[in-house]
């Protein structure tokens, strides 16, 4: 990777080597198509799709789990389809939007906990693969889910999509000062 950073730096420069030097690396090609026939069927998902699958996902499939141990539980999910994280973990990618948040100066708690919290629901991948499209979702959001999209969701995508990469580790210990945060906000178990 070092060799492959270092030729596509004189091309491309460094910042943008930090981001795309990976799409160099041997077997990524393989990992897009892959990630490219997955996002297909995701696209092709009908309204009957997402409503099987919120039937299916009415049961709990985990039991009662507090936040912190899903968030936890991030460290061993992997996105088949995420061509930037290309195989860094979903936890890597909370700390790096926390880290993105954290050299903005974002002092709004609201971000961190959804920074945090963002991407529970992929502890379902432990068992099986879904990611429900968020358009075929429309017809189950009420005016409540619609608001929170537009004031939390189309902010928070900066973070979400521009901070992943393959090649960036922010410290270990990144999410540990908003542990506190976290459990003062959701006291209580989740049913997952
Ligand atoms: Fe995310």
Redesign the pocket.
């Known amino acids: 990777m070092a060799a492959v950073s270092k030729t596509a730096g004189a091309l491309l420069g460094t910042p943008r080597v930090h981001r795309w030097a990976h799409r160099l690396a041997p077997g990524w090609r393989e990992f897009a198509d892959e990630a490219l026939a997955v996002s297909e069927r995701h696209w092709k998902q009908t309204h009957q799709t997402v409503a099987a699958l919120k039937r299916k996902y009415e049961e709990a499939v985990f039991g009662r789990q507090g936040i912190w141990e899903l968030v936890e539980k991030l460290a061993l999910c992997v996105d088949p389809t995420d061509g930037e994280l290309y195989g860094a973990s979903?936890l890597i990618?909370?700390r790096q939007?926390v880290a993105g948040m954290e050299r903005d100066g974002v002092s709004d708690p609201d971000f961190f906990l959804a920074a945090i919290t963002?991407?529970l629901g992929k502890v379902l991948w432990l068992l099986r693969y879904h990611s429900i499209l968020i358009e075929s979702s429309r017809p189950f959001m009420d005016a409540r889910d619609h608001a929170y999209l537009e004031r939390y969701l189309v902010p928070f995508r900066k973070y979400?999509q521009d901070t992943k990469s393959c090649c960036l580790l922010p410290p270990q210990n990144i999410l540990d000062k908003y542990r506190d945060l976290v459990e003062r906000t959701f006291p209580r178990s989740l049913l997952i």
Do not use: E
């Open positions: 979903q990618h909370t939007v963002h991407d979400d």
